[in-house]
């Protein structure tokens, strides 16, 4: 039961360039939330689904899309990578109580 | 937007000692509360949750929420070191998603 796994772990893009971090989960959630986390700062929602097929933005949806086709699966991809979106990147599942469970991060750095 | 304020901190207390967390949420019908700990490079993990007034203990952590002052905080007791780290303040909005804090640091001293 590896709950929530995130690839990659690290990587470095140039700006204008695009890429998809991965989530998946093996608790059977349905809803999954993707979270940015800049350096001294709380977790800002980028996006979150309630299920496969349906998705909704959250606060800082900009820059970032999303697609839900499985339960277990929940990527973010970004499309023309800017500075301003060099941060940690949190995928996380919502559980029993409404209790979220996070996976261990992504570190993105864009130059 | 609705907001969740917390002192960033650093909190420092030595160990031994009590270490009070505070944070107070703006959605007055929020109704469900977490408190988050993270140490440094790692993800989020649940401490504990809190849905009604008043006080909740599990183990040397209480939780305490107040609805009509919209407060909610964490007492650490008999704090150690190993309590070190930034604790997260979280309020779920309209059911559907967490909304936190910038979090508070804890630095307990040996």
């Known amino acids: 039961n590896a709950g929530v796994t995130q690839t990659p772990k690290f990587r470095i893009l140039k700006i204008g360039q695009s890429m998809t971090l991965q989530c998946t989960q093996d608790m059977n959630h349905n809803y999954m939330y993707w979270y940015r986390q800049d350096p001294g700062m709380g977790l800002k929602l980028i996006y979150y689904?309630?299920?496969?097929?349906?998705?909704d933005k959250g606060e800082v949806p900009n820059g970032y899309n999303v697609s839900r086709s499985t339960t277990e699966d929940f990527p973010l991809r970004l499309e023309l990578a800017a500075p301003s979106q060099t941060s940690v990147y949190f995928c996380a599942t919502r559980g029993v109580q409404e209790t979220q469970y996070f996976g261990p991060g992504t570190r993105l750095l864009v130059l | 937007q609705k907001e969740v304020e917390q002192n960033s901190g650093p909190l420092s207390v030595p160990e031994g000692a009590i270490a009070s967390l505070n944070c107070t949420y703006s959605?007055?019908?929020?109704?469900?509360f977490f408190w988050y700990r993270q140490y440094s490079g790692k993800s989020p993990e649940l401490i504990m949750f809190?849905?009604?007034?008043g006080d909740k203990e599990d183990g040397r952590f209480t939780a305490q929420l107040n609805k009509a002052s919209q407060y909610v905080s964490l007492l650490i007791r008999d704090s150690q070191p190993s309590d070190s780290a930034t604790y997260l303040c979280?309020?779920?909005?309209?059911?559907?998603?967490?909304?936190f804090g910038k979090g508070t640091t804890l630095s307990v001293s040996s």
């Open positions: 959605d007055r019908g929020s109704q469900s």
């Open positions: 809190i849905y009604s007034n």
């Open positions: 979280a309020v779920l909005q309209a059911g559907t998603a967490l909304i």
């Open positions: 689904s309630v299920g496969a097929g349906i998705t």
